[in-house]
Each structure stands twice: as structure tokens, then as C-alpha cells.
């Protein structure tokens, strides 16, 4: 089994990055684009002229073919434009020659650009063109490579400067398909999108968290340890962390019944697993792709698939299905893994709750990661050691417990039962994740109404198990149903009852977190439809996110938000969410449900903009939050005068009197 979990995880890692998006940062070579003529009527022909110059030791790959079906070799150059409705493709594009060599890794001969590429593009204007008021840019797609190693193929935006270009001779034409007028109905999405939030060039804002953390490292080293520390105490509050509580006592009650297993130093072995695991790979996808990494680590589907399937599979073997299943062979190979007393599974449990728990990114991570993002190294890997040990420190003592338990006089009946209950509730969590990856893909399959289906029988079933109705067959009889069976059957018969009145459309608190959003039918209905989302110049529609609590209308547009803020002479409040976050949930649905924070939300423009998505507009929506405010914790809400003022930042919190101090500011500003 250890072997299987293990594949499971590395295999989500890597197609994990393979997907990541380099920041900017990563650039490794100049570019400067001009057109043939300042202005141009309609159906003027005339051209644009990119030039790139690449550092020394780098490469690119020529323009992009039609290529063969099977075709499998480097990411090749692409380029269009944003906007894309200002003018059409009008013949092949001139290029400098491309070095033709053999790329041994790929066994294939293929164009490579070398120190300095030349790109003409002819072009036919569909309207008037005004190059010193239209802002219109190049979008350069291409992947950047060493002779050893290539970084993820990455989107950069080059202005087209307010000069006319001399023309280059030796250039020749390419046989690109390429059209520089982006037809897709993705990119298209994508260009209007990258357009709306025009204030992304001024200097980045500092979040609360961020003025707190540098607050804190002015005091000392010590005073900035203790407060990563009650940062990971107030993070166990977070709904994120509670899906790994069966997980832990489950995992720890199987290695618990062989006699060889230590608790105290598996115990002390996961609680470490955590501390360096969660340190490490939040830093390291941090140093690397960019202080957004993490959360695209975090809400990437491939890995919440992963995360469901490790889950499932350890269920099953709490149920003994591994026995029923698989061959003897197999079987002793197996549970020699699963329950030996090696510690790389303890490790590799300690390695999956760090990357279940990073998806809530909670302010400190979120914070930090940003700082490793901008080359400080030694303040962001204390504060997350310290942070994680207090994370830690609970499931310490929840993978204690099991070996405790086992010591008791004839628990072993006991363990068996709550063997079996506990993969009832790994099932449960499961559902979790395979929503987040339906959330994501925007599948449509697992609406509220099944995800609680699911959980209300897994509940019934644990009902039915206690009160030894049905039976695994490794199970005893149950001969008399005594006292601790009634009581646990009564706590799972209210929490049956109480998930059968969310199936019915009620508010359930604290779970209605991990449930997808009310707004879920809406938001699949979107990606039928093709609108996603309103563009730059076009007026962004109004939606209600609603519940028997709360109804308010939110903007997803923040050009058209800003406008209409300066229109109606209100302050402009906005949500950074997620699709796949657990606490922005919690927030949506329990605080702004409240009637006190409702009433100063409604004297509001509310703009809402998600930004776990891969395609736009969602990462022109991260891209927003990281550049203007610095930051990439989710949620973040943020409060703008008309003018773009900043009045203050807020994350995720349980306290409604903070909550409602923060809000307090924006409505006692006067305008």
C-alpha cells in the first residue's frame, strides 16, 4: 500500500508542474514591438514588428506549425494579440531564420532561436487604429530553455510602443498558422479580461497580514517566531484542517495492531513529516514558480483527485476489502507495506496532510510565500517551521491516541470498530476533494444535493454498523448493543438528521464550507453558455449569491465595479475567492449571512473575483491581487474608495466584531 500512496503523490506532483505558469520574473530575454504606421484606417493594411533579444545561454523555439496529431516535441513560439478585434492576420509572417538543429531529448530536428529574433507580422485593421491612444499589446507564448533544462511555457505582454519600426531585411517568410486575431472562444475571454483591471502597473499595497509580519520581524526574531506561532494555533480554527482528523486516527489505528509499531516515535516521525514537508514544499514551489505556486500546487484538480484516491484506498483497506479482493500474494505484500514499522509511510502521510492542508491558504502562508517569492529566505523558512509545529501539535497527539487505545484491555473490538468507522469518514472527506476537482473542470457532476447524499450514507451506514445491523467479515458478532454503542449511534443519527435539512436547502453552519457553493447550478450553466465572464468593455452582469440568510448581487468585472462606484459615490468592496476554498466558503456563507454585516455590505459596490482557475479570467484575477496588493492569500477582502484609495485589507476570521471593525472603516470614510 505504501507503494501505491507513494505513486499516487509523486504522480500528482508532476503533472502538477507541468501546468504551473512562471511568473514574469522569469524572463530571461528583452522585447520591443512597433508598428509600420502610427495610425490606421479601417482596412488598412500595414504590419507590427516584434524584435526579441535573449540572454546568453537561451533559447527559444521557432513559430508554431501545423503540426502532426502525434506531434511531441518542444512548446513552439506563438503570437497574438490583446485586443483581438482591431485587425486580422493578412499573410505569413517574416521571421530571422531560425538555427535548425537536432534535439536529441525529442530525436527530432527542430527551429531554435539564438541571441536575437526578428518577427514581422503583416496585419489588415478591422477599424480605425490610433497607435498613441489604442493600448493594444503582443502576446508572446513561448517556453525558454537552456542547453539542460527548460522552464514552463509562459505568456508575456509587450506594449506596442508609439514608434514606427525600420523594416529588417533577411527575414523570410514562416509557414505559422498562427493568427494574431485570437479566435478561440478561451482566448477571446482571455484578451478582454487581461484589459479590466487597469490600475495593475501602480505600486503594490500591503495587506493587514503583511503589516503585521513586518511588524512583528522589526521587533526581533523572536517576537516574529511567537507570532507565526499563534498564526498556526488560530489556522486548527480553519474548516481546511478538520478532514484530516479521521484520516490521522484511521491511518495511526491500523499501524497501531502490529505489535512492531512505536506510537510515540511514529507519532513524533508524522508530527516532523508535517513540520518540513509543509515548510518545504510551500517554500520550494514558492522559490520556483513564484509566490503563487503553492496555490496553484493546492487547487490543481490532477492533485485533489490524488488526494480522493489515497483517501479511498485507505478506506478500503479499513474495510479488509484488500482481503476479499487480491490475490494472498499480493495481499502479505501489501499489508507488510501498510503496517510495517518502517517510517516512510508515517512520512508520506505527514507529505499528504501538508498538501490537503495548503488548500486554504491562510493568511501567514500566503504572506510568507510572497517574501520567498522576493528573495528573503531566512524570516519566511523560521516563521513556517514555527507555524507548522503548532499545526503539528494536535495531530501528534491524535496519532498518540490510537497506539493508547490498543493498550487498553480488550480493545481489540473497539479497534476494529472504529477501523471501519473512521474509512465511513474517509469516504466523507474524499467527496471533498472530488468536488474541488469538479469545481475546478467545471464538470457538473457532484451538485450539493449528491455531495450530501453521499455524506448522509455514509452516516446511515455507520449507524446501521454500530448497532451491529450489518457486518464486515472480520467483525464479531454484537451479541448486546451496550451504552457506548447507543451513544455513538445517537451522535451519528443527529448528524444524520442535521445533513437531511441541508439536503432541503437549509443553512448548516459550519459544513455548509465544504459543501460546492450555492451558486453551483449558475456557475456550470456559465461554462454551457460559453460567458464566463463579462469583459473589459463590456458591462458586467449582476449575480446573487444567496441563501435563506443572505442575498447580495456581486460584480465580477472590476473596470465596470470601479465605474459604477464612482457613478453611485459608494466604496468598492472586494472578495479574492476561490472556488476550491474552504474558508472563503465558511466567510460567504456564515459572515456575510449575519444581518449587521449585511447591512454595511448592501452601501457597497461588491466585486467578487476568483482566482484558482487556470484560464482566464482567473489568473489576470490573481495576477490583480498579487501585483496590486502584494499577496495571494485567499480569501482576501479589500476596501477601495472611488479614486482606488486603499482603506484597508482583511482575511479569513471568526470574529464578527473584527470583522465588522474592518467594514466599520470604509463606511465612516467620507467620500
Known sequence: ?????????????????????????????????????????????????????????????????????????????????????????????????????????????????????????????????DFSNNKIQVILYTQQCTETSCLPPTEFKINILKEIFKSETGLNQTESVQSPAITSEVKDQKSDQTTQHSAVGNPAQKTESQEQSIEMQNRGFW??????????????????????????????TKRSEKKKSKGLVDSLVYAL????????IGVLFAGIYGPSGIQDLATNPWLNLGIATIFIVFALNLFGAFEIQLPTGVLNKLNSKSQGSGIISVLLMGLTFSLTSFTCTVPFVGTTLVSVGHGEWFYPIAGMLAFSAVFAAPFFLLALFPSALNRVPRAGGWMNNIKVVMGFLEIAAAIKFLSNADLVWMWGVLPRELFLSIWLACTVMIILYILGIFRLHHDAPVDSIGTPRVVFAVIFASITFYL???????????????????????????????????????????????????????????????????EKKKMLFIDFTGYTCTNCRWMELNMFSKNEIKSYLENMILLRLYTDRRNEPYQSNKNFQKNRFNSIELPLYVIYTPEEKLIGTKAFTRDVSEFMGFLKKGADYKL
Open 500 to 566: 437531511l435539512i441541508g439536503l432541503y436547502g437549509k443553512p448548516l453552519g459550519e459544513l455548509d464550507a465544504f459543501l460546492p457553493p450555492p451558486n453551483y447550478n449558475e456557475l456550470m450553466s456559465t461554462k454551457q453558455s460559453g460567458n464566463i465572464t463579462a469583459g473589459a468593455n463590456t458591462p458586467a452582469p449582476a449575480r446573487s449569491i444567496s441563501t435563506s440568510k443572505e442575498e447580495l448581487i456581486w460584480m465580477d468585472n472590476y473596470q465596470e465595479a470601479l465605474k459604477l462606484a464612482k
Open 273 to 280: 513529516g508535517i513540520m518540513f514537508t509543509f515548510t518545504g
Open 1 to 129: 500500500m505504501k507503494n501505491l500512496i507513494t505513486f499516487l503523490i509523486i504522480s500528482a506532483l508532476i503533472i502538477s508542474n507541468s501546468i504551473f505558469l512562471k511568473a514574469e520574473d522569469d524572463k530571461h530575454f528583452k522585447s520591443v514591438a512597433m508598428p509600420s504606421k502610427l495610425v490606421v484606417k479601417a482596412n488598412e493594411e500595414f504590419s507590427i514588428q516584434l524584435t526579441i533579444t535573449i540572454d546568453k545561454g537561451w533559447h527559444i523555439y521557432e513559430l508554431n506549425k501545423k503540426l502532426a496529431d502525434d506531434y511531441v516535441g518542444p512548446i513552439l513560439t506563438e503570437i497574438t494579440f490583446n485586443p483581438n478585434n482591431f485587425f486580422k492576420l493578412s499573410g505569413k509572417i517574416k521571421a530571422t531564420p531560425p538555427k535548425v538543429k537536432y534535439d536529441s531529448a525529442f530525436s527530432m530536428k527542430i527551429g531554435t532561436y539564438y541571441g536575437r529574433a526578428v518577427f514581422e507580422i503583416p496585419l489588415k485593421a478591422s477599424k480605425d487604429i
Open 223 to 252: 517576537s516574529y517566531i511567537w507570532f507565526a506561532m499563534l498564526q498556526g494555533a488560530l489556522s486548527l480554527l480553519t474548516p481546511c484542517v478538520f478532514p484530516m482528523i479521521p484520516i490521522t486516527v484511521s491511518f495511526f
